[in-house]
């Protein structure tokens, strides 16, 4: 017998994928006739890390009913020359032109990357409504907002990024500009952030109410670096934190994340994959959160694929959310599912 090898970082300080210790735990998929819009995950090449069309392909194709899915901005394929500002335009060129392929329906059916969220400086403040207009331009209605580079802690060992992003994005006084010059073209603006910075948030959605915000991976509560060990003191302040940006109708949150690096979870550390209970029981208390407080038609699960992926299958990840789920009405499933996805980011299904 192949011996497993042990669990690693990548450089971006993600859980390294292994597909034989993944492989150790297989699943019957629960509900297979329920749609899905997976509204968050990505595609990059990287030196060491690869997920491309082809990976997202056969993730998606595990037996769960996926209609759609949301590509979220992660630094792939900036364009190698030209303005600084426009070098992401890139990132959008190559997820349309993978949109495009799945779009073809030689595929199957489901519509990979229907919706695109890239990257535009919103500190540049008005000045980013002309850069916005070029992502409009490349990917057509595909594309539907914007997210920057803002989840930071001083602490070395928290990291989510292959690029460690500057301390003050969301404390920028343009930043706000440039949320507004984003609302008024009606694209919506995801913001990734860890509990620590969750009053930055609230203080952004306030200043700019007619901005469609999504607060990505129930708002980052921290489990490792100096907050490993600390679960039950973070806890308590996430949560004040995300009902009070919850009180907020123009927040949104999505359900998911949690099997990164930065949260502590730690599944990667045992000899077999967790199993869809262990994840749903280890995560009720903040998707339940998350939901009472944001309402169901507020809330989105999502795969954030391939970055999850170090700890847990798609197949298995997505039967963990249906265990979430159980208790829910046939209509607050739709919400949770799918309806609240396709709403934000302006999907059919």
């Keep these: 017998m192949t011996a497993i090898p042990p669990p690693a970082l990548t450089a971006s300080k993600q859980v390294a994928i292994r ?15 329920l749609p899905i819009i997976d509204p968050h995950h990505h595609l990059w090449d990287h030196p060491g890390e690869r997920y491309l069309f082809d990976d997202l392909l056969a993730d998606t194709a595990t037996g769960h009913d996926i209609r759609a899915t949301v590509f979220i901005q992660c630094g792939a394929m900036y364009r ?3 303005p600084e500002a426009e070098k992401p335009l890139g990132e959008t060129e190559f997820v349309n032109g993978v949109a ?8 199957g059916q489901v519509r990979l990357c229907d919706g695109i969220v890239g990257m535009v400086d919103l500190t540049m403040g ?5 850069v916005l207009e070029k992502h409009v331009m490349a990917a057509g209605k595909r594309f539907k907002g ?3 580079r803002t989840a930071w802690h001083p602490s070395p060992e928290i990291r989510s990024n292959l690029v460690t992003a500057p301390p003050g994005p969301l404390e920028h006084p343009d930043f706000v500009k440039g949320a507004k010059a984003l609302a008024r073209m009606g694209l919506a603006l995801d913001v990734w952030a860890y509990h620590t910075q969750l009053p930055l948030v609230l203080a952004l959605a306030k200043q700019v109410p007619e901005a469609t915000i999504i607060l990505d991976h129930v708002g980052g509560p921290l489990g490792t670096g100096p907050f490993r060990g600390k679960r039950e003191e973070v806890f308590p302040v996430w949560r004040d934190s995300v009902r009070a940006i919850a009180a907020l109708p123009n927040v949104n ?11 502590g979870f730690d599944f990667q550390e045992n000899p077999l994959p967790p199993t869809s209970q262990q994840m749903a029981d280890a ?8 939901i009472e407080a944001f309402g169901p038609t507020r809330c989105m699960f999502e795969s954030n694929f391939p970055v999850d992926k170090g700890m847990c299958s798609y197949a298995v ?5 249906k265990r979430l789920a159980a208790g829910a009405s046939e209509a607050e499933k739709s919400a949770l599912f799918s309806g609240t996805a396709a709403r934000i980011y302006t999907l059919s299904i």
């Design 19 to 33: 597909e034989s210790w993944l492989a150790q735990v297989t699943e019957q998929i629960l509900e297979p006739g």
């Design 80 to 82: 190698a020359t030209g």
């Design 100 to 107: 495009a392929m799945s779009a073809t329906g030689k595929y």
């Design 126 to 130: 008005d000045a980013a409504a002309a």
């Design 146 to 148: 914007v997210r920057n």
């Design 253 to 263: 949150v999505k359900l998911g994340g949690l099997a990164m690096h930065v949260n």
């Design 283 to 290: 995560w009720r208390p903040y998707m339940e959160t998350c």
């Design 317 to 321: 990840l997505w039967n963990a959310f």
